[in-house]
């Protein structure tokens, strides 16, 4: 006679169910009520499927916004994905289902525990912001931010991530302020006006403005609940701006590395989260045969440690981003049309092709339209507000 073996129920639902991909859960929704329940809207087991996901796959998977724009010339961006099962870069369609962006341009604002925010521009409807899961393919459209029309204004920065005070998920929108002719102003002149979006609710909330000026083009890193971009300080001093997302305050950081001047010229600073801290790459996008120097911030005091330089020999272009511990560059083009990622270990000096792309379509002069690599984990976590929200361990 055999025996049977079939588990109980809760111990497939505590031991079993949170260790499998998303894509296996989507089809398991339909074995029963419970289970769609389960998976669609109970907390505990969202949580406990984030937690083992993170605890395993953090800092191996990773969404590449690649940035299509040669004068002008729109296209709908694209997206891959990193996985480090496969160890290569991927146009993964299991997760980038893009049938609902339909706009000319998307970008990543952020990506945090299976959300990742997209900001969206069109040339005719202009800017949308969406609050999207690539894995569970759930959208939400966020309501836009209504602005004073007695002042020249225009849209800045963008910040999204994961409240663990308010265990919710918060939108960051800066918008710039001139009330004085837009063809002769000074930094000081300049009102930051931040809105605030929480994931729980439907509406904005504007928060004191301050002086200053933030970069619009650079990346937004989020690392412990903060959010950080590069700027200006009301002097027009060179600085790093921060958001605290759980006390909603800015603040700014002018403890640049000491050397930063050295080799600043015509070079782009840009921010990326490295082992749960801040790194600053120094690189060009300009010159082909040019070093990148990278530093770490300490959270504690603001100093830095200049970590590595990337000989420009190497052939690097720009720089991308972060992935399993080790740095995604874009390469100099072997053909005019030919696009390639390599992901460099700078311990061990070593580094490998991840992505190539033929009929790439940029121009060989036109560096700033670069990829940008952003943290992502599959999850269940929904775009919408859940009940006893308490997941987001890693943001």
Not at 224 to 233: A, C, F, I, P, R
Not at 354 to 373: I, Q, T
Request: aromatic share 14%; glycine share 4%; with cysteine.
């Amino acid at each position: 006679m055999m025996r049977d073996s079939n588990l109980p129920e809760d111990m497939v639902i505590t031991e079993i169910l949170p260790k499998l991909p998303v894509k296996s859960l989507m089809r398991f929704k339909c074995v029963s009520k419970k289970w769609f329940s389960l998976i669609t809207n109970d907390p505990k087991f969202i949580a406990a499927h984030l937690q083992y996901h993170q605890s395993k796959n953090t800092k191996f998977f990773s969404i590449i916004e690649r940035k299509h724009d040669p004068v002008w010339k729109y296209e709908l961006g694209k997206f891959l994905v990193l996985n480090y099962e496969s160890k290569d870069a991927i146009f993964d369609q299991t997760y980038l289902e893009k049938s609902y962006l339909s706009s000319n341009i998307n970008n990543i604002v952020g990506s945090c525990n299976g959300l990742v925010c997209l900001s969206t521009f069109h040339m005719v409807n202009g800017t949308k912001i969406i609050l999207w899961n690539p894995a569970t393919r759930e959208f939400r459209d966020i309501p836009d931010v209504t602005f004073p029309t007695d002042v020249f204004s225009a849209s800045g920065p963008l910040g999204f991530g994961f409240d663990k005070n308010s265990k919710d998920y918060k939108l960051v929108r800066i918008m710039k302020s001139l009330s004085t002719n837009i063809y002769n102003y000074n930094v000081d002149q300049i009102l930051l006006h931040p809105h605030v979006f929480t994931r729980g609710s439907n509406c904005w909330r504007s928060l004191k403005p301050v002086k200053g000026w933030i970069w619009n083009e650079n990346r937004t890193v989020l690392v412990n609940g903060v959010l950080y971009w590069t700027g200006l300080t009301p002097q027009r001093e060179s600085c790093i701006w921060s958001f605290n997302l759980r006390d909603e305050e800015f603040q700014t950081i002018e403890q640049l590395p000491a050397d930063f001047g050295d080799v600043a010229s015509d070079y782009r600073l840009a921010l990326c989260k490295w082992k749960d801290s801040i790194l600053a790459a120094l690189t060009t996008p300009k010159h082909i045969g040019s070093d990148h120097y990278f530093w770490r911030m300490s959270s504690l005091n603001f100093s830095w440690t200049k970590l590595f330089i990337i000989s420009g020999s190497l052939g690097y272009l720009n720089f991308c981003g972060v992935w399993m511990d080790q740095l995604l560059f874009e390469k100099d083009f072997v053909e005019p049309k030919v696009l390639q990622i390599w992901l460099c270990d700078p311990i061990k000096g070593s580094d490998r092709k991840v992505f190539e792309e033929n009929d790439y379509k940029s121009e060989k002069w036109f560096y700033k339209l670069d990829c940008v690599a952003h943290d992502y984990v599959p999850s269940l976590v929904s775009v919408h507000t859940q009940p006893n929200n308490s997941h987001g361990l890693i943001n």
